[in-house]
């Protein structure tokens, strides 16, 4: 290989850098650093002094976490997170019936409003 030409970064060079990641629905000049760790099997890392995600299992390419968290702070995977973001957006779209006026008048059994006034306690 030529002095001249740039070499890619290997491996442990590419894990050491964060990874700037674009999220849907933002602007170009929006981004997230993500942080690269590696972890073996029964290794763990902590968030916030909070939350635990420790390596279980590793099977081929299928990794397997356990995620310790605080009842408070949900933990979803990626697709049932967005799915639920979906599902609360179009709830908040979708035409809801309308609310009953609440008014001051009686209610009489029949259905009907009465005119009466309103008793009040002494």
């Known amino acids: 290989m030529r002095s001249n030409q740039k070499q890619g970064p290997n491996k442990e060079d590419a894990e050491r850098y964060a990874v700037k990641k674009y999220y849907k629905g933002l602007g170009s000049d929006s981004f997230q ?3 690269i760790l590696s972890r ?4 763990t890392i902590v968030i916030d002094g909070c939350i635990l995600v420790r390596v279980v299992r590793v099977d081929g390419d299928v990794v397997k976490l356990g995620i310790q968290a605080p009842k408070d702070i949900p ?4 697709e ?3 799915e639920i973001q979906r599902e609360n957006q179009e709830a ?4 809801r019936p309308p609310v009953p006026k609440i008014t001051n008048e009686k209610q009489d059994p029949h259905g009907g409003l009465s005119s009466a006034p309103r008793k ?3």
């Open 33 to 35: 650093i993500m942080l």
């Open 40 to 43: 073996k099997v029964n290794e």
């Open 75 to 78: 933990v979803h995977r990626l």
């Open 80 to 82: 049932v997170y967005e």
């Open 92 to 95: 908040l779209t979708k035409g």
């Open 120 to 122: 009040t306690r002494k």
